[in-house]
Antibody, heavy 122, light 108 residues
Framework: QVQLQEAGPGLVKPSQTLSLTCIVS??????????WSWVRQHPTRGLEWVAY???????YYNPSLEGRLTISIDTSMNQFSLNLNSVTAADTAVYYC??????????????WGQGTTVTVSS | DIQMTQSPSSLSASVGDTVNIACQTS??????LNWYHQQPGKAPKLLVY???NLETGVPPRFRGSGSGIGFILTINNLQPEDVGTYYC???????????FGGGTQVEI
């Protein structure tokens, strides 16, 4: 059974970089048909997709965040990571890593981590 | 920007009831519309993909329908474990971008 676990600091100072890692177990990141992604949930603004990456390194970013984001993947460690720089209070959210399924069963997030709360505050 | 409007924003029903949650999109996405259920304190869970396809393991009392700009999630025989918030989510054509609805909170 595939499991995803987020890791990273719960508190980040404004203007600094938020760095999160998702450790995947029970499946290889090189499995076909899946992207590996980040989704965040704001306290008041709801769910928002952040970025997703294929094992080849091909990646896509939410245009509203592009320019501040880097998503990367380490298939040898079976984990992927997110860096969001120049953070503000608006980046305070629960960050989920999730598996994004593709193909004949559509594009949907079918496996999620438990989520990690990130607060941006000095 | 794409707008996803869910209605109602919240509802209260009884065990055994049938409830309908609507999702209206600002443009035609065909059937590229998924539904999720989020229980309090947990991650969302995929219920329905591509408008009307039930995810593996989801009870058949859940049903998704619709196409174009109007979609419905129907929950028959509402159960206590169905409480939480339901979200619709659309995806564009390749490379996909995604938008979530604002959510519908279901209480019993």
């Amino acid at each position: 059974q595939v499991q995803l676990q987020e890791a990273g600091p719960g508190l980040v100072k404004p203007s600094q970089t938020l760095s999160l890692t998702c450790i995947v177990s029970g499946d290889s990141l090189t499995s076909g048909g899946f992207y590996w992604s980040w989704v965040r949930q704001h306290p008041t603004r709801g769910l928002e997709w952040v970025a997703y990456i294929y094992h080849s390194g091909t990646s896509y970013y939410n245009p509203s965040l592009e320019g501040r984001l880097t998503i990367s993947i380490d298939t040898s460690m079976n984990q992927f990571s997110l860096n969001l720089n120049s953070v503000t209070a608006a980046d305070t959210a629960v960050y989920y890593c999730a598996r994004l399924r593709t193909g004949s069963t559509g594009f949907g997030w079918d496996v999620w981590g438990q989520g990690t709360t990130v607060t941006v505050s000095s | 920007d794409i707008q996803m409007t869910q209605s109602p924003s919240s509802l209260s029903a009884s065990v055994g009831d049938t409830v309908n949650i609507a999702c209206q999109t600002s443009r035609d996405f065909g059937t590229r519309l998924n539904w999720y259920h989020q229980q309090p304190g947990k991650a969302p869970k995929l219920l329905v993909y591509d408008s009307g396809n039930l995810e593996t393991g989801v009870p058949p009392r859940f049903r998704g329908s619709g196409s174009g700009i109007g979609f419905i999630l129907t929950i028959n025989n509402l159960q206590p474990e169905d409480v939480g918030t339901y979200y619709c989510q659309q995806y564009d054509n390749l490379p996909p971008g995604f938008t979530f609805g604002g959510g519908t909170q279901v209480e019993i």
